[in-house]
């Protein structure tokens, strides 16, 4: 079945580039997204990125897909305080909405 | 344009009860999935629905059931309600059933105790 692995934290300090990282086993995935959550709220998509990609960059939102590795990785360039929340990697196979989560990657950016 | 809308936003029902969640997409939109979030399993696919018609169901018992209506709104019902059911249930909000976009909800925090 699908699986969605990332890291469970990361620190960085104000203004730095965060980068979070995810694995996948779906060869088959249609759609690599990411999404995120603050405390107590929903989840926000923040991009999303189509299999047959390996760049998208979003403001500062930077995403890079290596397919063949079945790697995606979420930069986040100038990293400010109102970045901190959990970070879910997420990808869907098939024509339908069901999507398979990660754990999540909680970010603390520290001033 | 209104968000995904959850209601209620929390609840507390008693282990045995049953409960119903509603989840009123986007305008426009007629797919709606439903998630379980839990800090032991994550977030873990419950169903999906598309023009009133469930088109996908995770792993879940029986007790987990949804619908949705011609309007679009979908709600979801749970019975015989058990202490592990405590979760935040959010619903997504999708314009078509293989659209790549698909928008969350607030949820709504169920504690059964």
């Known amino acids: 079945g699908e699986d969605v692995e990332q890291s469970l934290f990361l620190s960085v300090r104000e203004g730095d580039s965060s980068v979070i990282n995810c694995t996948y086993t779906?060869?088959?995935?249609?759609?690599l997204y990411w999404y995120k959550q603050e405390p107590g709220a929903g989840l926000q998509l923040l991009t999303y990125?189509?299999?047959?990609?390996d760049m998208k960059q979003d403001q500062r939102l930077t995403v890079l897909l290596n397919k063949k590795d079945k790697h995606l990785s979420l930069r986040i360039a100038d990293t400010q305080t109102g970045d901190s929340a959990i970070y879910f990697c997420?990808?869907?196979?098939?024509?339908?909405?069901?999507?398979?989560f990660g754990t999540g990657t909680k970010l603390q950016v520290i001033p | 344009k209104a968000g995904v809308t959850q209601t209620p936003r929390y609840l507390i029902k008693t282990r045995g009860q049953q409960v119903t969640l509603s989840c009123s997409p986007i305008s426009g939109h007629r797919s709606v999935s439903w998630y379980q979030q839990t800090p032991g399993q994550g977030l873990q696919f419950l169903f999906e629905?598309?023009?009133?018609?469930?088109?996908n169901k995770g792993n879940f018992p029986g007790r987990f059931s949804g619908r949705q209506f011609s309007n679009s709104r979908s709600e979801m019902n749970v019975s015989t309600l058990e202490l592990g059911d405590s979760a935040l249930y959010l619903c997504a909000s999708s314009l078509e059933d293989r659209g790549p976009e698909a928008f969350f909800g607030q949820g709504t925090r169920l504690t059964v105790v």
């Open positions: 779906d060869s088959s995935s249609t759609y």
């Open positions: 629905y598309f023009s009133e018609t469930q088109r």
């Open positions: 997420a990808e869907r196979s098939g024509g339908y909405q069901k999507v398979t």
């Open positions: 990125i189509f299999s047959n990609m």
